[in-house]
């Protein structure tokens, strides 16, 4: 098996970081298609590829390196949120600037990013385990992604 990533995959990891992880997109640029049933079926199955994620991961460490250096941490990161929150933006008529007003898409846009870095606007969801089972009679590998997590909640819980 080869390890090493071809020119479209690497494409595909940059991409997909840079547009803010969307893996269809992504594939459909990096692989230059605009056939999105293909984009969606083969993205998820690069994603799965351990190849990709490590190449991801690699990429996102890079950014945040090179952000750092450049003086770009998390403080930085939430003054620039903080200001999108109450941006404002001048009203013209005829060229000449009569008012200044709420800027809101730059507000829901800061909102949104802050939600998005912080989790502060994650669902949270309540699991009920109504049933005891010896975690050596459980097959995980048959069990759906929702059963895959209510496990591990109880065990988590249990600890």
Do not use: W
Request: a positive charge; proline letters at 1%.
């Amino acid at each position: 098996m080869q390890n090493k990533l071809t020119e479209s995959q690497t494409a595909f990891c940059e991409e997909y970081i840079k547009n803010g992880y969307n893996a269809s997109k992504a594939y459909r640029s990096a692989f230059k298609t605009d056939k999105k049933n293909t984009a969606n079926v083969n993205s998820n199955r690069l994603l799965e590829m351990k190849k990709i994620r490590e190449k991801i991961e690699q990429i996102e460490f890079n950014y945040a390196t090179i952000g750092m250096q450049e003086g770009l941490d998390k403080k930085a990161v939430i003054k620039v949120i903080s200001k999108m929150m109450t941006a404002t933006k001048a009203v013209y008529d005829k060229g000449v600037k009569i008012d200044t007003v709420p800027d809101y898409t730059a507000m829901n846009n800061g909102i949104a990013l802050f939600g998005k870095l912080t989790g502060a606007f994650k669902e949270q969801k309540e699991i009920k385990l109504t049933e005891t089972h010896n975690i050596d009679d459980v097959d995980v590998s048959k069990l759906t992604p929702e059963k895959r997590e209510e496990l591990k909640a109880a065990i988590l819980r249990d600890l």
